[in-house]
């Protein structure tokens, strides 16, 4: 089976730097990947990380380290529009051929 | 523009009907999944299809039904076996059923079973 853990809710100021972490369990481990999904909106692809270390893209970067089971998301220069729910996921071969969400994290960006 | 469309956005039932989503893609993908969200909660796999004229369970399948007749096209019938359907569902496709291939998911119906 799989588990991810995220923090509920995380509150932060429009301009500042956030973090959200991801920790995952599986019994097969095959990339850890990141999705934006607004209310009542499509998730959108973000990233996706298959070895340790940083990916940066434009404001977002995310972090993986497979030893800790461990990921992480980073917003920087946040603005109003990145208010939204951030879902870490992990494929898991050893079921079905799945993407496994977690539950979220839902961000708020105040002014 | 190529996309995914997900129609009707809102679709309100009587319980024991059976009800069909509707999912187009003109992406060209050949795999299309179907996933189910609750408030609080990810997303859940019901079924997921990789070519056309086949498709598997995923780990919520109980009570719904699909279709892949053409590689554009992957119905969700969501059937009066589901004791809870009311929730948002959302289809999403793939270049390839991949480790790293991303998902483009749709905007997503909002059932809602009386």
């Known amino acids: 089976g799989q588990s991810l853990e995220q923090p509920s809710e995380v509150t932060a100021v429009e301009g500042a730097i956030v973090q959200i972490n991801c920790t995952y369990q599986?019994?097969?481990?095959?990339?850890l990947s990141w999705y934006q999904q607004h209310d009542g909106g499509a998730p959108t692809f973000l990233s996706y990380n298959a070895l340790d270390g940083l990916e940066e893209t434009g404001r977002f970067s995310s972090f993986l380290s497979r030893s800790d089971s461990y990921g992480y998301l980073l917003l920087q220069e946040l603005q109003m529009k990145d208010s939204a729910s951030y879902f870490c996921?992990?494929?898991?071969?050893?079921?079905?051929?799945?993407?496994?969400f977690g539950t979220g994290t839902r961000l708020t960006v105040i002014p | 523009d190529g996309g995914i469309t997900q129609s009707p956005k809102y679709l309100f039932r009587k319980e024991g009907q059976n009800v069909t989503l509707s999912c187009e893609q003109n992406l060209n993908h050949d795999a299309m999944y179907w996933y189910r969200q609750d408030p609080g909660q990810g997303l859940r796999l019901i079924y997921y299809?990789?070519?056309?004229?086949?498709?598997q369970k995923g780990d919520i399948a109980e009570g719904y039904s699909v279709s892949r007749e053409k590689k554009e096209s992957f119905p969700l019938t969501v059937t009066s076996a589901q004791k809870n359907p009311t929730a948002f569902y959302l289809c999403?496709?793939?270049?390839?059923?991949?480790?790293?291939?991303?998902?483009?998911f749709g905007n997503g119906t909002r059932l809602t079973v009386t």
């Open positions: 996921a992990v494929r898991d071969l050893a079921g079905a051929n799945n993407l496994f």
């Open positions: 999403a496709s793939s270049i390839e059923d991949s480790l790293n291939s991303p998902l483009h």
């Open positions: 299809s990789q070519i056309v004229n086949d498709f």
């Open positions: 599986t019994s097969g481990f095959y990339g």
